[in-house]
């Protein structure tokens, strides 16, 4: 199944409930302090069957960029329909290009992609609540938990685009020494389809 009958729309029109988990277009600041406006308009997925077959980009799945564990907090949340932000084929086709570049698989930690806004781990805060962040533990037979391989692919992913920021090796905040992390920054997608006007 391709990515085109993913079926788009405006998070201001989900349920309450819904709404109150994803908070569509409202602010969050971030960690720096700087002021981003959440993921409005969201792609509509009705099963995990249907989350897997439809592939974003030759070699990923959304169900690869969407797999989250127990610590999605909210029961609702855990169940279908899910909502992914629309800006999640921009990450699908960064890490095409990634993936062509190191000639080998890449393999996405559970909550290394898209992480609702009330998600245990970083909440509103984190980038991945845009899905223009992915949290890459493998590439081919190469785990990532050593300063070398880290370093290696950070450097080959920063070279593809000005717009991605990769997470250097190191325990401090905003280092990683149990993964790649690669981010897009605070995209935000808007479908042809949808309209931005309140």
């Keep these: 199944m391709r990515a085109e009958v993913l079926r788009a729309i405006d998070g201001l029109n989900l349920p309450d409930d819904y709404r109150a ?34 592939r974003m980009a ?6 690869e960029l969407m797999l989250v564990d127990c610590r999605e907090a909210k029961l609702l949340l855990s169940q279908f329909p ?43 805060k984190s980038i991945h609540a845009w899905g223009t962040a992915a949290n890459i533990y493998r590439v081919g037979d190469t785990f990532l938990s050593e300063a070398k391989p880290i370093e ?16 250097a090796f190191g325990p401090e905040r905003g280092q990683t020494d149990d993964h790649l992390h690669i981010d897009l920054g605070f995209a935000s997608l808007t479908p042809r389809e949808c309209s931005e006007a309140s």
């Design 21 to 54: 988990l994803l908070r569509p277009g409202e602010t969050e600041t971030d960690f720096q302090g700087n002021v981003h406006q959440l993921p409005r308009f969201f792609y509509e997925i009705g099963s995990w069957q249907e989350a897997r077959e439809v």
């Design 152 to 167: 290696r692919y950070r450097a080959i992913a920063a070279s593809l685009s000005p717009a991605v920021f990769v997470r």
């Design 82 to 124: 899910h909502y992914v932000p629309c800006a999640i084929v921009l990450l699908a086709r960064f890490l095409e290009d990634f993936r062509r570049e190191v000639d080998a698989p890449v393999f996405i930690s559970a909550n290394g992609g898209y992480r609702s806004p009330a998600h245990q781990i970083g909440g509103a």
């Design 58 to 63: 030759p070699h990923f799945t959304l169900a």
